[in-house]
T-cell receptor, first 116, second 108 residues
Framework: EAQVTQNPRYLITVTGKKLTVTCSQNMNHEYMSWYRQDPGLGLRQIYYSMNVEVTDKGDVPEGYKVSRKEKRNFPLILESPSPNQTSLYFC???????????????FGEGSRLTVL | GQNIDQPTEMTATEGAIVQINCTYQTSGFNGLFWYQQHAGEAPTFLSYNVLDGLEEKGRFSSFLSRSKGYSYLLLKELQMKDSASYLCAVDNDYKLSFGAGTTVTVRA
């Protein structure tokens, strides 16, 4: 089954304790991206990657890191989480972009993170 | 910067038609997406407009006017399962900017 898988789905952690949210897709998609969703603000793009070893900042990259060592995986790293990073996080992937279009995004089920 | 506006909430009756408007002012534009998101779930793709005009897909249609920075999503023959949040998103060179979403409530 074609899917985007995120882990963990739910996490409560404390300020400053490094954490990684994994994202894996089995559709051989080149484009992957991370979003956070907060009430009243909608989805905001954190980072995106057009291919292996190619990553770029989205609108809200501060406090986050990503890596793209393999095509299927795009982990989101919070080196020192803070309470303002409490949010619902979505990973997404899409087929190879054409004409600078991202193409239809396939989203993971989301990871709800709480930082105390 | 990116500015994407859509109404916060809309309510309609089962069987009716609802139009969700989206206006945008962005630094670039390659296309506009509409996604549906049920509470507690991931967004799912509805439509993608690149050129001006109306695109119809079953009960859902999406319209784009690039010169006006305007799009709408039209939902016909509303069903209870259409109660969800509808997200407008502008595609700009692989960067996606979303509106805050419009929550549609369908009443019997």
């Amino acid at each position: 089954e074609a899917q985007v898988t995120q882990n963990p789905r739910y996490l409560i952690t404390v300020t400053g304790k490094k954490l990684t949210v994994t994202c894996s897709q089995n559709m051989n998609h080149e484009y992957m991206s991370w979003y956070r969703q907060d009430p009243g603000l909608g989805l905001r793009q954190i980072y995106y990657s057009m291919n292996v070893e190619v990553t770029d900042k989205g609108d809200v990259p501060e406090g986050y890191k990503v890596s793209r060592k393999e095509k299927r995986n795009f982990p989101l790293i919070l080196e020192s989480p803070s309470p303002n990073q409490t949010s619902l996080y979505f990973c997404a992937s899409s087929p190879p972009p054409q004409n600078k279009n991202t193409g239809e995004l396939f989203f993971g089920e989301g990871s709800r993170l709480t930082v105390l | 910067g990116q500015n994407i506006d859509q109404p916060t909430e809309m309510t309609a009756t089962e069987g009716a038609i609802v139009q969700i408007n989206c206006t945008y002012q962005t630094s670039g534009f390659n296309g506009l997406f509409w996604y549906q998101q049920h509470a507690g779930e991931a967004p799912t793709f509805l439509s993608y407009n690149v050129l001006d005009g109306l695109e119809e897909k079953g009960r859902f249609s999406s319209f784009l006017s690039r010169s006006k920075g305007y799009s709408y999503l039209l939902l016909k023959e509303l069903q209870m399962k259409d109660s969800a949040s509808y997200l407008c998103a502008v595609d700009n060179d692989y960067k996606l900017s979303f509106g805050a979403g419009t929550t549609v409530t369908v009443r019997a």
